[in-house]
């Protein structure tokens, strides 16, 4: 399982969350907590907004700890939202073009879980992403192909609902080959604008998705863990739902997947 780090509100560097606190998402890359493997070394990726509508993006292969040039663009880079992520693949290759988030137009997307059986039907679910959307399929994920149906489900105009229906469509593949898990996840995505997380599954295994505001950065944290060892004052996602980050305010609902 992956571990990630999402940021919306003031401006901050990227550090403040990717790479300084002391359970930092850099940190989790060694020794995440809450996950089944501690070890989350198969690549890393982040996505940031600033001037301009898309977002910029950088993702490479080695494992976060070791890449000196991430922790270079963190401590530069200023920006109000970003997505950072790190990559424990569960089958699907090592390289750069199934590193998260991914990227489509002004949209960012990062996934942590899985659709079980994946390798069973991924061609059926290839064929379902529509021709329009199709050469942004630049990997082998069943995350990219998530992301990539949301889209076509209509993601600008009704996040949420979007979801949902991507989300029925991979359950449904993977309850028709038997093998599950059929869902586990937790996202979070992005237009530049808002910040939407989101946590379910189909058994009693979910995984993980944290919250805190901000006074002094007057912004909201949503990671996979808390960022520091001991911190109290993070709210957990109630799994199944999906939080929408927009100022200083929040908004749950339930996901009826």
Known sequence: MCRWAAYVGAPIFLEEIVTRPGHSLIAQSQHATECKTATNGDGFGLAWYCDRPEPGSYRDIYPAWSDPNLRS???????????????????????????????????????????????????????????????????????????????????????????????????????????????????????????????????????????????SRQGWAVVSEPLEAGEGDWTELPAGHIACFEGDQITLTALNV
């Open 73 to 215: 663009i963190c401590q530069q880079v200023r920006s109000g939202m970003f997505l950072a992520h790190v990559r424990a693949s569960t089958g699907s290759a090592i390289s750069r073009n199934n590193c998260h988030p991914f990227v489509h137009e002004n949209w960012s997307f990062m996934h942590n879980g899985q659709f079980g059986g994946f390798e069973h039907f991924r061609k059926q679910a290839d064929m379902a992403i529509p021709d329009a959307l199709y050469s942004a399929r630049k990997g082998a994920t069943d995350s990219e192909v998530l992301f990539l149906l949301a889209l076509a489900e209509g993601l600008a105009t009704d996040p949420t609902g979007a979801l949902v229906r991507a989300v029925r469509r991979l359950t449904k593949m993977s309850e028709d080959t038997g093998e599950g898990p059929h869902l586990r996840m937790s996202v979070a995505f992005s237009d530049g604008k808002k910040l939407w997380a989101a946590r379910a599954s189909s058994d009693h295994i979910t995984p993980s998705v944290y919250y805190r505001w901000s006074d």
